[in-house]
């Protein structure tokens, strides 16, 4: 490959043909008109091959290859000297365009010099529950957020000449069931069918992607893995053809990883327009000779447009594999959204900033090597050194401060495997447990095969020839009395029985299962129970190969109880000014939570460091919610997401003042596992592989707000280390029936600090929408009792309602009323605009 993109750099830069040079020298052209152009000249097997993939371009007539990478979160696919920026929930917990922007630039600088020019980023599902593996990967709930971010950091990935293909259109809200079970019975069995309104797809989960395409001015649209109303989203007319008829999109749609798509035939009639990541079903370039010549000319056009609009003709790819890409600039960069990202949610009584602090503990697995940076699956990136949280607080802190650390928990990693001592099976002779081997999907019928594994640690669990699950059952001893960790590791479902109680479970593909990447732990499933020593129990694993891409690897793994990690922490906080506990989750591509819990013991080590010092600082490193059961005895909670490499230097920089904590919240913090949408199993993760959005429009702080539920912290929430007021809201009506919001700010403290006034707007009762809906925010950096006005604006889309009867947007008449504040919950301002009402199109 390294040959061809080389090959390809060189013909692109000194070998155009005559007619390509001029159509590349047609400056003055838009990208459609040049596309066409060179579209006239080429051979219909040219076509094939460019609407087939288009990796290897078409020399003869200088047209560059397609060269793809993943990277949402950096240059992804194991490539070294790159920067691990922070992952996209951070960029969108800065509420800050401009920053989405420069972010951008620096990942299309880093793919450009890597030689790639087609990249897939950024995510910009919505997240529809909080357990979605992908939320570090999203930019939140808010469709409106979300595609303020998204177009931003889409102008900045395409001013490098990088193609940016957005992702995954559409309704891809969870990893169970995406795309059925590859290696199960039958193989390659159906993805998950979404059920959801057309109401619901064009206010929720379209709105971020119709930004990306007419404001960001994405060049391409990546198609999802699920069945939507019963048709995969690749092969499904209603899905694809909204970009390119109602929205005015002129790049080309290029499917997921080939499970998206089932047919190929179908998937080009309805909208498909390049198979680089391949499918099921007959080879592309099959498929196309059957095909009308309009569509693939359409196909192709669409593939050509997308390269002239970022520059690729122009501005031919010179990067290689072998370069660095990685610099002191890009590090910079990566601590800023870090830092800006970073949300102060709790703050009690000024503990911070750290100001002449003498003595710090830093408690945590996630504090040290072990931290959680960055998500697992196909978004992981490489990166540099990192820089750990106790790095960070101990260059910062300096000689004066006395910084020690205490690990008070062996981590979310997998645990050592559970002895063949401690395991008596239910059946057969020997240490270990009875396994039992089946031929279905589900541990129904006759079992295949019987026998006694002394551990459960398997690279290959169904060993069995023809298996798809298994149950080992027999009992467990423990040698000491207390509180047992136990971890599965796996790919597939796997599920732990102690004593007759479900203490851990997990779906996963197995994405994840290569070498550790730094700052991304293998997803492992952490459960607790407690036991006596010497007293047998009834232990049990069920396990299915599921969804699993990676075989049937299957580790069991165990903690003794072990007092000594938590006195240690204990002692360590005692003996501070101030506490400082690193709490994380592990998630990525191929899996979803199984709750909100903080895994496995960091609730009890949070508890107990509170106890000791109530000067506790607390610092999450999750990819979004999690429960609180010590939030009343903690003096502050920092929500630091997934940080990237320079996480430590971010995380410093805010403990000590360096840097304002300005980043606001992008999702709702639920209060219990009971809170907010999609909390029964027909709706998550469905029943029957069917999963149905029962909740309608009503997703994240919009349900919370329609059902009177209180959350933990709403969305838009996040405090600074100075305060703020709102007044002199104004409303200007200007043409076009846009309208102007202006809101005046004062920093009303003692520190220099960042505000984000956040504007929602009210419906008529009549249009039967959510209370609140934001659509507009803005970002201002004031000195102490300095003031500055923020200037939002509302376009009629701003109060579009979705007709099903007229297929488009409708302002319903009457009065809207437009609130300012700090938060979804937290609104002072008010006033509101009378609208006559009308259809304002799709």
Not at 146 to 163: K, M, N
Request: hydrophobic share 40%.
């Amino acid at each position: 490959m390294s040959n061809v993109r080389a090959a390809t750099a060189v013909i692109g830069a000194a070998c155009l043909s005559l007619v390509a040079i001029g159509v590349a020298a047609a400056g003055g052209t838009s990208p459609l008109a040049r596309a066409n152009a060179l579209l006239a000249q080429m051979t219909f097997d040219e076509k094939v091959s460019m609407a087939s993939s288009g990796d290897a371009g078409v020399p003869r007539l200088g047209i560059p290859g397609l060269v793809f990478d993943d990277g949402p979160n950096g240059v992804g696919h194991g490539a070294p000297d790159v920067t691990a920026f922070p992952n996209a929930q951070v960029v969108a917990a800065s509420w800050d365009r401009l920053l989405a922007e420069r972010f951008g630039e620096a990942l299309g600088a880093e793919t450009a010099g890597k030689g790639f020019n087609y990249l897939a980023a950024p995510t910009i599902n919505i997240l529809r529950t909080p357990k979605w593996g992908r939320a570090a990967e999203t930019f939140g709930e808010d469709p409106y957020l979300s595609g303020q971010i998204a177009a931003a950091e889409i102008r900045g990935i395409q001013s490098e000449h990088v193609i940016s293909q957005v992702k995954h259109f559409a309704a891809n809200n969870q990893e169970i069931a995406r795309f059925g079970n590859p290696l199960g019975k039958p193989t390659f069995s159906q993805a998950v069918n979404v059920v959801v309104s057309e109401r619901a797809l064009r206010e929720i989960y379209f709105p971020a992607f119709k930004a990306a395409v007419q404001e960001g001015e994405a060049a391409s649209i990546m198609c999802s893995y699920p069945r939507i109303n019963g048709t995969y989203a690749c092969q499904n007319p209603s899905i694809l053809g909204p970009p390119k008829t109602d929205w005015g999109f002129l790049g080309f749609v290029g499917p997921d990883a080939f499970l998206a798509v089932r047919n190929t035939v179908n998937a080009i009639n309805a909208g498909t327009d390049n198979f680089q990541l391949g499918g099921l079903g007959i080879p592309p370039d099959q498929a196309l000779q059957q095909v009308s010549s309009d569509r693939l000319d359409d196909m192709v056009r669409r593939i050509l447009t997308g390269m002239f609009s970022v520059g690729i003709f122009d501005n031919p790819n010179t990067g290689s594999p072998g370069a660095v890409v990685t610099s002191a600039d890009h590090r910079a960069l990566s601590t800023e959204v870090a830092a800006n990202g970073t949300v102060l949610l709790k703050n009690d009584g000024g503990v911070l900033p750290l100001d002449g602090v003498t003595s710090i503990a830093v408690i945590g697995h996630d504090a040290g090597p072990g931290t959680q940076t960055m998500e697992g699956g196909s978004a992981a990136v490489v990166g540099g050194p990192l820089v750990t949280p106790l790095d960070g607080i101990t260059a910062r802190a300096g000689a004066g401060v006395t910084v020690t650390f205490a690990e008070g928990t062996l981590g979310v990693v997998p645990l050592p495997v559970v002895p063949s001592s401690a395991l008596t099976p239910s059946s057969g002779t020997g240490p270990g447990l009875f396994g039992q081997y089946y031929a279905s999907m589900d541990l129904t019928g006759s079992p295949l095969a019987a026998f006694v594994s002394s551990t459960i640690d398997f690279g290959t669990a169904l060993s069995v020839g023809g298996a798809h699950s298994a149950r080992w059952t027999g009992t467990l001893t423990p040698p000491v009395t207390g509180t047992y960790r136990f971890s599965l590791t796996h790919a597939g479902i796997a599920q732990l029985f102690v004593d007759g109680v479900l203490v851990a479970n997990g779906n996963n593909e197995g994405l994840d299962l290569s070498p550790d990447l730094p700052g991304a732990p293998l997803q492992t499933f952490h459960g607790l129970a407690t036991l006596t020593a010497g007293t047998p129990v009834p232990i049990a694993i069920e396990y299915s190969i599921g969804s699993s891409t990676a075989g049937s690897p299957l580790h069991l793994g165990w903690q003794p109880p072990d007092p000594t990690l938590v006195a240690n922490a204990v002692a360590a906080a005692s003996a501070a000014d101030v506490a400082v506990v690193f709490a994380n989750d592990v998630t990525g591509e191929g899996m979803d939570r199984s709750n909100l819990v903080l895994p496995p013991d960091q609730d009890e080590l949070i508890a107990a460091v509170a106890a000791a010092n109530p000067r506790t600082i607390v610092v999450l490193h999750t990819a979004g919610p999690v429960l609180m059961p010590w939030l009343s005895q903690v003096a502050a909670v920092l929500e630091a997401w997934y940080p990237g490499q320079q996480s430590g230097d971010a995380i410093a920089a805010v403990l000590f003042g360096d840097v304002d904590p300005s980043g606001r919240l992008p999702m709702t913090f639920p209060a219990s596992e009971a809170q907010g949408p999609a909390t029964q199993p027909a709706d998550y993760p469905g029943v029957n592989n069917v999963v149905t959005y029962t909740e309608e429009i009503f997703v994240g702080y919009r349900y919370f707000d329609q059902f009177a539920q209180a959350p933990l912290f709403p969305f838009g929430h996040g405090l600074s280390y100075t305060s703020f007021s709102l007044d002199h809201l104004r409303v200007t009506r200007r043409r076009g029936g846009t309208y102007r919001v202006a809101v005046r700010v004062t920093n009303t403290g003692t520190r220099t600090g960042t505000a984000v006034p956040e504007l929602y707007v009210g419906f008529p009762s009549a249009a039967g929408e959510p209370p609140n809906q934001l659509k507009g925010f803005g970002k201002v950096t004031l000195r102490p009792r300095r003031r500055a006005r923020v200037k939002m604006v509302l376009d009629p889309s701003s109060f579009g309602t979705w007709s099903t009867a007229d297929h488009a947007f409708d302002v319903v008449p009457g009065a809207y009323r437009l609130r300012v504040g700090t938060s979804s919950r937290d609104l002072p301002l008010e006033t509101s605009v009378a609208l006559a009402g009308g259809l304002i199109g799709p």
